[in-house]
């Protein structure tokens, strides 16, 4: 592989601040509102505990004015005062929460979209040769829980700055009072943060290995539904429960431990506030006696207390969630597999309220003269793929690669198109050097048919034109011989396919590959054994159709209808090109060749069919 | 639905009760020591600090206790909420997994994830802590409101009005999250079936230069993704909101009435910061509650879209009459089938097929693509039941066969074979601890993949290497996993369409070998691979075109068969009359 994982080692920390910064600057306005906004949701408890105390006091002034057989209404007058401040307060706490609350959802599923755009778009634009690390749905946790960790993690940020004020304005208040007990109730809370920090890195460990259950169990349920009539057919429901049971259980105990660690970090927590409640009560009983701590004092710091063992457990929990959102980065970027890190975050219009503009128009169009490909080397993990191939197609040529299975047909078609990475070679369009095969061999200059090839979950002509121009598609429908499967669908071309195209045929399936392959009007044809599913007298169609275009053709086959059509063979042998040449040259002097054709006799196809064949 | 999935649970489910319940007393105590302290501590100098010390004392441990009961419940209720909730993804899967096809053609695997996981997990917490967190917080307020009439009547029945009023208008406005909430989960499993099958599809969509136009697709899906989580999200936050509004209201009541009652002289300045006490007190179970009412709307919504799953019937349905031991006669009579029954307009892909096989024989079924074959073989395993007309096998109407007994018995090798990312011997053996590895080499080493086995580093347990199996070396896959079983009946669909004749040729034998004694049924493009075939039958337009005797069709020189052994081809010009 040219694309090596990313080195692992890469400080981590560094890049979590990097990359969110990147993202908080993606809607700086929104994100700043969010700041303004949860500050003030987040302090201001503390202004509603200094009103309630204030209440206390003046009512202890009236009652100390009660017993000195004085007039009560100056300091109930002052009570009502702070009762007042007291309702304002709250009221308007309210209206900020709602304004707050409707930002952050905008922001947070603004930054949602923006990071799965970034992932789906880097995958789907991207140059050179992108292959999954694990399975499809595997992948799809990534767009959903690790996309969910990463936006979330802003949440980190928005409410620290809240919590960070209430906290100062808190150990402010209570100073005022005593700074002794404050300061005596407050390093136990601090030590909190030191203790969440510890248990970072097994909290990391606990959380990844659970993700890793999670995703267990969502890709066996992704892959038994993809194969579901294989399961039906073999009757297997019964172990492919057993299995999801298994997996379940896996997850069950990972999810467990994640959260025993969760809850004793939270426990720490809580009794901290306990502690230091129980603290102030007993330093306070001396000074209670001595009338040094009044009710009022009791009220403030009871208030305020409960807060700001919240705020320091928010302290911890954010190290933590940090830790986390680091993990998500790792696993996004491992799904990116070479991309810069700030392609995840990169600044992009998401188009949440407007139709995106159309995509970037196709390259521009240069007629194909000759492909040359030199030395192109590509090997799979397991070892197989092809070695030092070269070979060239000139302008109109129909070219045919043949050999048996696993002789690396379909590896050196995908290799040459840049859709698996090569160890070695190079391939050159009219004698230029092509730099990244992946983006450079796409229509208008080349276009390719897979082995088994995936349609998606919309009408039959969407798939066939795949947002290209409709000009072509009469004539793609009709070359590819789908023109008699339209009957019998439903709707014609707005037939929907199904998930995958279920609802056609596997012919119908490779039939509809074809033609979105042709609709796209590209100079080379790339087919990778079409025959599976088509049948002799198709595919022999299809050949004498395109014979008409001035299409130039890469064809895999081991059909006589393609290679008797054949200007020249390349034949494979475990992966080396063996021999080339026209078919008559090579059945006369390769052994292995004899015995392919050969074997084809029955299924073969003569030469030259009566042009009224063709519809 | 709770008690089906809790009853098994139910000591664990009691563990959690108690823990609750007695964090909830603890709790409601800690109030009561502060309020004794702070009575105390007014006495003045007449204190004891004695006691003082021993009450602070007290609370520190009271406060640590209510903590281990708090992280101990949520322990339990998180083993309790697993394994409900694992139990239900498990009988889930498999009532989805005994759907018919029509029904699965209907959803994306990705939309299936979302259904069986996601749905399920949004049930969690409803499982586990749901009811003795809302037992809990009621008890709570119960004791909290108690606490107020005993100080002074009037206050009490201000505040257990302000309570009423306060969930009676949050149970209602809670409503109003639901729909919304059902919609998200909607479109969140559409973007996520989306995101699934473009990556998938993604060798497809780079190699087109598709990239741009499906990111653009994807940007409207997100798009009505991002619209319905935000509705849902406004809809939802109305119930906090709303509560935070009372509770403005009524802080700002009870302080009123303290600071009024104060001023009449009707109460001192310790029972007025007793009512304050207490009002937090109300607020902590009422807040309690309206979060748990939060989880019965996502809970509600999730549940709903788990009914109607289950609440999915599948029309195919198994008999009880058993189907006799050894190779068995295949018989159908008048069969026509429509993918589209409710659509007159869609023109049927069978009409009026009728043939017999005698048990042990084979049959070599030909026609062009589309003619209707693949579906014939559909019909006899019973991945859809035919529309009109009978299928018997052994003289038993497949319809009277337990399903499970059907498909164990007729054994059939698809077009497109389908792999699991796991080891060698559990995509064979289809997770089946039961099947021995000997037993899995042994197909491997029949239908000619023991070089390929000897090559892989861990033998059969080596995870099956994605993208380096050739169509074609899966395609001898599916062959072992035949192997493996003992059917009566083989369907064969174009078995050799991915094999290059070379290859094909290894197949020939354990082919044979597999068919020997037993009923099977060739989809072929290739004359020779019907060329052992005992009978023939001929496919076209959905109708028997033709059936017989090979040997006696092949005589018949005005048969198809013989037509098309005459051109040498089953396509060639001759046979274009007859096949198209």
């Known amino acids: ?615 | 639905m709770l008690a089906t999935y809790l009853g098994p649970l139910k000591w664990q489910v009691m563990a959690l009760a108690a823990l609750l319940l007695s964090g909830t007393a603890l709790n409601l105590s800690l109030p009561q020591l502060l309020r004794q302290f702070v009575d105390n501590a007014r006495l003045g100098g007449a204190a004891d600090p004695g006691l003082l010390t021993r009450l602070a004392g007290l609370y520190i441990a009271l406060a640590v206790g209510v903590q281990v009961m708090t992280a101990g419940a949520t322990y339990v209720g998180a083993r309790v909420g697993w394994t409900a909730t694992n139990r239900l993804r498990a009988d889930l899967m498999d009532h989805l997994l005994s759907l018919d096809m029509r029904e699965h053609k209907e959803r994306t695997p990705g939309e299936m994830i979302e259904r069986i996981d996601g749905d399920v997990t949004a049930l969690s917490n409803f499982f586990s802590q749901f009811a003795v967190r809302v037992f809990g917080a009621a008890l709570l307020l119960t004791g909290a409101l108690i606490m107020f009439f005993r100080e002074d009547w009037r206050v009490g029945l201000g505040v257990t009005a302000f309570t009423l009023v306060t969930l009676v208008t949050i149970n209602r406005v809670r409503k109003l999250g639901v729909e919304p909430t059902r919609l998200e989960r909607e479109s969140s499993a559409r973007l996520f079936g989306f995101i699934e099958e473009r990556l998938t599809g993604l060798e497809d969509i780079r190699s087109l230069g598709a990239g741009g136009h499906h990111l653009n697709r994807f940007l409207g899906v997100q798009r009505e993704y991002f619209t319905r989580s935000v509705n849902s999200w406004r809809g939802r936050s109305v119930v906090w909101q709303l509560s935070m509004l009372l509770f403005a209201v009524g802080y700002v009541a009870v302080l009123s009435a303290a600071v009024g009652l104060y001023a009449a002289g009707s109460i001192t300045l310790g029972t007025a910061f007793l009512m304050y006490q207490y009002m937090t007190l109300v607020e902590e179970p009422i807040d309690q509650l309206t979060q748990q009412l939060q989880d019965l709307q996502k809970a509600g919504a999730s549940i709903g879209r788990v009914s109607e799953l289950l609440a999915l019937r599948t029309t195919v349905t198994g008999g009880s009459a058993p189907l006799s031991a050894g190779p068995l006669a295949l018989d159908f009579r008048d069969v026509s089938f429509t993918y589209a029954p409710g659509d007159p307009q869609a023109r049927g892909v069978l009409s009026g097929v009728t043939f017999h096989l005698n048990a042990g024989q084979t049959l070599g079924l030909l026609g062009r693509t589309g003619s209707g074959k693949t579906t014939l073989t559909r019909l006899i395993s019973r991945l859809y039941d035919a529309t009109a007309g009978e299928i018997t096998l052994g003289g038993v109407n497949i319809t009277h066969v337990p399903l499970k007994e059907l498909r164990r018995r007729v054994a059939v090798v698809t077009q497109d074979v389908q792999l699991f990312q796991a080891s060698v011997r559990d995509n064979l053996s289809f997770f089946d601890p039961t099947v021995t590895d000997a037993q899995v080499e042994a197909a491997l080493h029949e239908v000619g993949l023991g070089a390929w086995l000897s090559r892989l580093e861990r033998g059969v347990h080596t995870p099956l290497p994605t993208g380096s199996l050739s169509a074609g070396q899966a395609q001898l896959l599916a062959f072992a996993r035949v192997m493996l079983r003992d059917p009566s009946v083989i369907i064969l669909d174009e078995p050799s369409s991915r094999l290059d004749p070379a290859t094909e040729a290894l197949l020939t034998a354990a082919m044979t070998r597999l068919l020997a004694g037993r009923t099977a049924i060739i989809i072929a493009h290739r004359l020779d691979t019907v060329a052992r075939a005992d009978r023939i039958l001929v496919l076209g337009g959905g109708e028997v075109l033709e059936d017989g005797p090979r040997a006696d069709l092949a005589r018949d020189p005005h048969s198809h068969y013989a037509a098309l052994l005459r051109a040498g081809t089953l396509d060639g010009t001759a046979a274009q009359g007859v096949l198209a």
């Open chain 1, 1 to 615: 592989m040219t694309t090596s994982p990313p080195p692992p080692t890469a400080p981590v920390k560094e890049r979590t601040f990097a990359l969110s910064r990147e993202l908080f600057r993606y809607k700086p306005g929104l994100f700043a509102f969010n700041l303004l906004m949860w500050g003030l949701v987040h302090a201001s408890p503390a202004l509603l505990t200094l009103a309630v105390s204030g209440v206390f006091r003046h009512l202890e002034e009236a009652d100390a004015l009660k017993t000195g057989g004085q007039v009560l209404n100056p300091a109930i007058a002052a009570a009502w005062v702070s009762l007042a401040w007291f309702t304002f307060v709250r009221l308007s706490r309210f209206g900020i929460f709602y304004g707050a609350f409707r930002a952050w959802i905008e922001l947070w599923y603004t930054l949602d979209a923006l990071v799965r755009r970034n992932l789906l778009g880097y995958l789907l634009t991207a140059r050179r040769s992108r292959r999954l690390p694990d399975t499809p749905a595997e992948a799809v946790s990534r767009f959903r829980d690790d996309v969910d960790d990463v936006a979330g993690y802003t949440e980190v940020w928005v409410d620290g700055a809240g919590f960070v004020a209430y906290s100062v304005i808190a150990v402010t208040l209570m100073a005022r009072v005593d700074p002794l007990i404050t300061g005596l109730v407050c390093a136990p809370l601090l030590l909190m943060i030191a203790f969440v920090q510890r248990l970072s890195p097994t909290i990391r460990t606990y959380r990844r290995r659970m993700r890793e259950a999670t995703a267990r169990v969502t890709d066996f349920i992704g892959e038994t539904f993809g194969a579901v009539s294989a399961v039906k057919l073999a009757a297997q429901e019964d172990r492919m429960v057993t299995h999801l049971r298994s997996l379940g259980e896996t997850r069950r105990h990972a999810a467990l431990r994640d959260v025993l660690l969760t809850e004793l970090i939270r426990g720490v927590n809580t009794n901290m506030v306990n502690l230091a409640v129980g603290l102030v009560l007993l330093l306070g009983a001396n000074k209670v006696r001595g009338r040094a701590l009044n009710v009022d004092d009791f009220v403030l710091f009871i208030g305020l207390l409960p807060r700001l063992t919240a705020s320091m457990g928010f302290f911890g929990d954010a190290i933590a969630r940090h830790r986390r959102t680091g993990v998500s980065y790792d696993r996004m970027t491992r799904l990116l597999q070479d991309a810069p890190d700030t392609s995840i975050v990169a600044h992009h219009d998401v188009y949440l309220s407007a139709d995106p503009p159309a995509p970037t128009p196709a390259p521009p169009h240069i007629p194909l003269q000759e492909l040359r490909v030199q030395n192109l080397s590509a090997t799979h993990p397991g070892g197989l793929g092809v070695h030092d191939i070269s070979f060239t197609v000139a302008r109109g040529e129909f070219i045919v690669i043949t050999g048996r299975i696993g002789s690396g047909k379909s590896t050196l078609l995908r290799a040459l198109l840049g859709l698996i990475p090569t160890q070695s070679g190079q391939t050159y369009w009219n004698g230029q050097p092509i730099d990244d095969p992946a983006t450079f061999l796409v229509p208008p200059r080349s276009a390719y048919a897979a082995q088994i090839p995936n349609l998606f979950s919309d009408t039959l002509q969407e798939n066939i034109t795949s947002g290209g121009p409709a000009t072509h598609l009469s004539r793609a429908v009709k070359l590819a011989v789908l023109e008699p499967d339209l009957d019998t669908l439903g709707s014609g071309l707005s037939t929907p396919v199904g998930a995958r195209g279920v609802k056609l045929s596997g012919g119908q399936i490779q039939r509809a590959a074809v033609a979105r392959m042709l609709a796209r009007d590209a100079d080379l044809l790339v087919f990778d054994d079409v025959s599976s599913a088509l049948d002799a007298r198709t595919e022999a169609q299809l050949w004498q159709g395109l014979a008409g275009t001035d299409a130039t053709c890469l064809v895999v086959s081991h059909r006589r209808a393609a290679l008797a059509r054949a200007d020249r063979i390349l034949l494979l042998q475990n992966g080396t090109l063996t021999d080339h040449g026209t078919l008559p040259e090579l059945l006369g002097r390769n052994e292995e060749m004899r015995a392919l054709w050969h074997d084809d006799a029955a299924g073969g196809e003569e030469e030259g069919r009566p042009p009224s064949q063709l519809r």
